[in-house]
């Protein structure tokens, strides 16, 4: 009797792989069981890399809308300083036309004093 039979030491074929070998099924209907629960596993497979890819997807939207709101609020900033910056343009541009209309009017009155003056001038020389 072989050495492997009487359960002494050595094993003659190394085991193929860590699960338990299920035997083929003899009947139509183990193997169709089995062919089954291939699929099963197959399918299982499947939904947890499903589920993994969906846990990532969640994870990358997660983020993605972290710095949509972020970049929104700092839009919402933007647009509320240039709004400010435009409506104290607009007040400067007020307050320049306005002295440009006092300047002109001063500078009227001094050539009209000008011309005043000049006109006394030359009524003394005569």
Do not use: C
């Not at 050595?10 to 083929?24: F, I, K, L």
């Not at 291939?38 to 947890?48: F, G, V, W």
């Not at 400067?92 to 001063?106: G, V």
């Amino acid at each position: 009797m072989p050495s492997w039979r009487r359960g002494g030491g050595g094993n003659p074929e190394p085991e193929r792989s860590q699960q338990p070998r299920r035997p083929r099924p003899r009947t139509r209907r183990g193997r169709l069981l089995a062919d089954l629960r291939a699929r099963l596993d197959e399918a299982l497979a499947r939904l947890d890399a499903h589920e993994k890819m969906t846990a990532e997807l969640a994870r990358t939207l997660a983020s993605h809308q972290s710095g949509h709101s972020d970049l929104e609020r700092r839009l919402a900033a933007l647009e509320s300083s240039y709004q400010t910056a435009l409506d104290e343009l607009r007040a400067d541009r007020e307050r320049h036309h306005r002295l440009l209309t006092r300047l002109q009017a001063s500078v009227e009155r001094h050539q009209r004093a000008v011309s005043a003056l000049e006109h006394t001038l030359a009524a003394d020389d005569q």
